[in-house]
């Protein structure tokens, strides 16, 4: 009789599969049937399942954990207690939180701190506030009965609006994750028409024709005159405070006390702010082939007939020169007609702010182009252009909020939808995502609602505010402030009360 050896080895030659097929099933039907409970029992201990997750390296892990959910990483922390180790380590978590929420927001690697922070981050996400306060509504409103949106400002927690109870001659500012409050005027008590808030500063222009500054950590006071009020863009970022016409710019520097002037052909269209150093760039539209000096000025755009002007300035011996200068094509490739949305009052551009240090203009499709039906141009910091596509159904024309504002993430954003589409106020979140196939010279960044939540009809408000772990809704009698921070404890405001939304 051969051997099990022999007997195996003649089996591992067989090469066909329904050979060996063949002879397994003649080996079970020759089996007694004590023989097959031992075959039964043995498969039966045997597993046909593979971990993967738990064969790859931690740093593999981490790398898979960017493409999942915040909730979905806390969702799959159950299938086993190796993949709650897995999913749960700090290496893991770091990664997946700096994807989703900016490099500057994680402060702490406790395990602890780490889950509170994907926590608010999955509140903030699904528009469910920890916290909700009220503060009696004081705000300026402009002509058309809308709230004004230049009348309020925020950044990293700092909220600043102007006081209508005060003849607009008084900033109310207050630091909401400490509720220190305090307010500002001036020794004439100026009427403020504008107000910008950056990590360092609180601006506000005023009707004789001045910008006036404060320094929030050591409360220094400065000003600088402006050339009017009729400026198309109004950014603060560091101690830095710039403010954009059709064809000039005003740069102030708190640090120095120096207001500088740069005078351009129009037609500016946005700018961006260095935080580190006195400079800047300008993006500008002009007409192809012609020298008018008033190449463009009615709002239109023609991917064929217009191309933008790239200009960088720095200062040299206290004045700002030109140090880099390129010309490039209309960075949306969608043909047609296009329009610049300007003011009806003095046709100046929809004043836009996507991410500090930066202005925005927006554009909106005159033929109905199905991929897009409005869209913002911002500048980065590295002067790389960015096109921002907007659904229709989007309100861009009123503020709206980046919760990722003060970590440099990659977005949150909280906007309303179009009253007049949808007939009810509703709030949508989202993320912008790469979209690269509609633009050239250029980022895409194409906005994706994930989160649509109704608003009571009993509190009207189009505008939308804030970063971070507040968010910010300005409507007819009081303001609105969510906290998704279930720790924070307000105090400090007057007249705040706890609110259920």
Excluded at 462 to 470: H, I, K, M, P
Aim: hydrophobic share 35%; with cysteine.
């Amino acid at each position: 009789m051969p051997s099990p050896k022999l007997i195996l080895e003649g089996f591992m030659a067989l090469r066909d599969n329904s050979s060996r097929r063949a002879v397994i099933n003649e080996i079970v039907d020759s089996l007694s049937s004590h023989e097959i409970r031992e075959v039964k029992s043995r498969l039966e201990s045997m597993t046909f399942q593979c971990d993967l997750l738990d064969k790859l390296p931690l740093e593999l892990v981490a790398m898979l954990a960017e493409y999942l959910e915040l909730a979905d990483l806390i969702l799959l922390r159950r299938v086993s207690k190796r993949w709650y180790e897995l999913l749960s380590s700090t290496i893991v978590i770091t990664t997946a939180m700096r994807y989703h929420m900016g490099k500057n927001v994680i402060k702490s690697d406790s395990p602890v701190d780490l889950d509170a922070l994907i926590k608010k981050r999955i509140r903030a996400e699904r528009g469910l506030p920890a916290v909700v306060v009220t503060i009696p509504n004081n705000l300026s409103r402009d002509l058309r009965k809308d709230m004004n949106r230049d009348g309020i400002s925020c950044f990293n927690g700092v909220c600043a609006w102007i006081e209508e109870s005060t003849d607009q001659t008084t900033i109310f500012v207050v630091h909401l994750p400490t509720g220190k409050s305090r307010t500002l005027t001036t020794e004439n008590r100026e009427e403020f028409t504008h107000v910008e808030v950056s990590d360092t500063l609180v601006s506000a222009t005023s009707v004789r024709g001045y910008c006036h500054v404060w320094n929030m950590s050591t409360e220094q006071y400065k000003s600088f005159r402006i050339p009017s009020l009729q400026f198309a863009h109004y950014i603060s970022i560091g101690s830095k405070v710039v403010l954009g016409y059709v064809d000039s710019v005003v740069h102030f520097c708190f640090d120095s006390g120096v207001a500088r002037s740069i005078k351009l052909r129009p037609f500016i269209v946005t700018l961006s702010v260095h935080a580190e150093e006195d400079a800047l760039t300008v993006v500008s539209v002009r007409r192809r082939h012609s020298d008018n000096i008033q190449p463009w000025k009615d709002g239109t755009l023609f991917v064929e007939e217009h191309h933008l002007n790239v200009q960088k300035f720095s200062v040299y011996e206290n004045k700002f020169i030109r140090t880099w200068q390129q010309y490039r094509e209309l960075p949306f490739q969608m043909k047609g007609l296009w329009e610049l949305q300007c003011e009806p009052e003095d046709m100046m551009p929809y004043r836009e702010s996507l991410c500090p240090g930066q202005s925005s203009a927006l554009v909106v499709n005159c033929i109905g182009d199905p991929f897009v039906n409005t869209l913002s141009l911002s500048l980065e910091a590295d002067d790389q252009i960015t096109v921002h596509f907007h659904p229709a159904e989007l309100d861009f024309k009123n503020q709206h909020a980046n919760l990722d504002y003060s970590a440099r993430g990659p977005g949150l954003t909280y906007c309303f939808e179009e009253y007049e589409i949808s007939m009810k106020m509703k709030l949508s979140i989202g993320y912008e995502s790469p979209e690269p196939g509609h633009v050239c010279d250029a980022k895409g960044r194409q906005f994706e609602s994930r989160h649509t939540i109704d608003f009571p009809k009993t509190r009207p408000c189009t505008s939308v505010l804030g970063d971070g772990d507040f968010v910010i809704f300005p409507s007819d009698d009081k303001i609105w402030i969510w906290c998704f921070d279930e720790t924070w404890l307000p105090s400090g405001v007057p007249d705040m009360r706890i609110a259920t939304w």
